[in-house]
């Protein structure tokens, strides 16, 4: 059982480069997430998807787009990268609200 | 002000000691609280999850909630090596992910 699975691991962009990062749950949870961590500052959610079809914003979702392909996909796009991007991101899916499965995050560094 | 504190460590102790790890916040609000655990260079891990006041124990982890204080407390008994790690607390007024707001999380570290 794969659980919470994010591609890539790791990432060097450079500014104005976009990219996709991709998340993909076997758990047949209804709920995905993406998160971004920095040190000092927690998690702080980007984006979120209650259902295939449905997206809402976070706490700080500018500079990023997102794509609930399915149930068990949910990809997260930075169209023009900025080096305030450097972060290490975090996708996650729970059944309930309170119980979130998190992938091994993707590192993701801009120059 | 943050809404949610924690102290941000490290924390350093022998093993076998009892270790406590505490995050205060300021919305009243708030009536959910977990705490998770993340290795280094891995991803959170749900550890305990508690709803409203009061204290919930799971084998060697005991969480506390003093909402009236504001206040929760995670409690690691006979601390172990393997408890190495840098602990999360979460807190939401709802039971669903988009309210969730993580402290900033304290690392710590078991020595043999």
């Known amino acids: 059982n794969a659980g919470v699975t994010q591609t890539p691991k790791f990432q060097v962009l450079k500014t104005g480069q976009s990219m996709t990062l991709q998340c993909a749950q076997d758990m047949n949870h209804n709920s995905m997430y993406w998160y971004r961590q920095d040190p000092g500052m927690g998690l702080r959610l980007i984006y979120y998807s209650a259902s295939e079809g449905t997206t809402d914003k976070g706490e700080v979702p500018n500079g990023y787009n997102v794509s609930r392909l399915n149930k068990r996909e949910f990809s997260l796009r930075l169209e023009s990268a900025a080096p305030s991007q450097t972060s290490v991101y975090f996708c996650a899916s729970s059944p309930t609200g309170s119980e979130a499965f998190f992938g091994q995050g993707t590192r993701l560094t801009v120059v | 002000q943050k809404e949610v504190e924690q102290d941000p460590g490290p924390l350093s102790v022998p093993e076998g000691a009892i270790v406590s790890l505490n995050c205060t916040y300021s919305?009243?609000?708030?009536?959910?609280f977990m705490w998770y655990r993340q290795y280094s260079r891995k991803g959170p891990e749900l550890l305990m999850y508690t709803y409203s006041s009061g204290n919930k124990e799971d084998g060697r982890f005991t969480a506390q909630v003093d909402k009236s204080s504001k206040y929760i407390s995670l409690f690691i008994r006979d601390s172990q090596p393997s408890d190495s790690a840098t602990y999360l607390c979460a807190m939401s007024e709802f039971d669903y992910g988009q309210n969730f707001v993580f402290g900033p999380g304290t690392r710590l570290s078991v020595l043999p």
């Open positions: 919305n009243s609000a708030f009536q959910y």
